[in-house]
């Protein structure tokens, strides 16, 4: 009968709601990115799986019956009394209507999760830190302790959050990506190192990232070019950018164009203050470029333990001194460490992702391991 009943609670295909603040598809963010690739993989494995988006607007620009207008309360409450999904996802934390809806959902004892996506962190944290304070007091400490579920992407996010939460309450699901083929080729000439993603400042370091460029050694600029892609640069940044020779701007990349300018590249270096779990470090290993990176990223642990890349102290001379010892680490082992990013995008394949993000649903509305 156990058995049976074990059958029976595997096969059944769950109605799942993710609830985002998206963004239009091009460009998108790390949780746009995320949503758009996880919803089909979860859809494969046969649940009926619908995102509902803040900002109406955008909701129009991604087309099909699968994203929904949540721009008001009660767009959300007509769709909850009609479908009466099985889970809700939240992805991110500070919004006001995210607590509107949980309590609905509450009173209609309908089960939700909350996925950070970094939010959480003790550095996320202390960014407005007085206003973030207020909210949690209000809102975010009720939300988040009334959820069925709370979900990280690694055990860094887990380990620097600030709230705690009973393990039985909590798992860890990375995001996923989709390995490209790439052969880092026979370059003898620079070694090329690329940055894609926002620019900010701050959360990513690039501050500290031009600092350590400009002490390093003319003899080591000489063998390097650094490639950076991303939309709208600070002032600061193009300052930054005309002070040194080897570094170029190239604007923002998206879709096939993004992957293009991975393949063009030999190395991708990430200096970030925080973060959750950076998809543009995924995109990079699954296009077979090793990393350079901060342990604030929360991927240095694995970057390190499958030789795919350095792994440098948030400090300039630090980064300064990783960033010598890849270009001659990289001009010799090339191909290896191309092979050893590939391992590791391998393991966050979307299918993979999608079966421990439905397995994790599971277990949080029934309340025990399946």
Partial sequence: ????LTLYVNSYKMKILHIADLIPPHPANGITEVINNLMPAQRELGHHVECGILISRYAGMYGGENYLNFAGFFNFKEYIEEHNPDIVIFHSLYYLRYVLFARFLRSKSIPYCIEFHGGATVQNYNKNRFLKSIFRYLFTNKFVEQA?????????EQDSSIFHINNNQSCIIPNGITPRIHSPGERVDKVRFIYLGRMDICQKGLDILFK??????????EKTEFNFYGPNPPDIFIKWINELPNCHYHGPVYGQKKFEALSQNDIFILTSRYEGMPMAVLEALGSGLPCLVTPETNMGTEIRSFDAGWVSDLKPEKIAETIESAI???KERRVELSQNAYKIANTYSWS???????????????GKQE
């Fill in 1 to 4: 009968m156990l058995y049976i």
């Fill in 148 to 156: 069925s579920g709370i979900i990280y992407l690694n055990k860094e």
């Fill in 212 to 221: 350590a460029l400009k002490i390093l050694p003319s003899t080591i600029l």
């Fill in 328 to 330: 001659n680490e990289f």
């Fill in 352 to 366: 993979n992702i999608a079966q421990k993000s439905v397995d994790a649903y599971r277990y949080f509305i029934n």
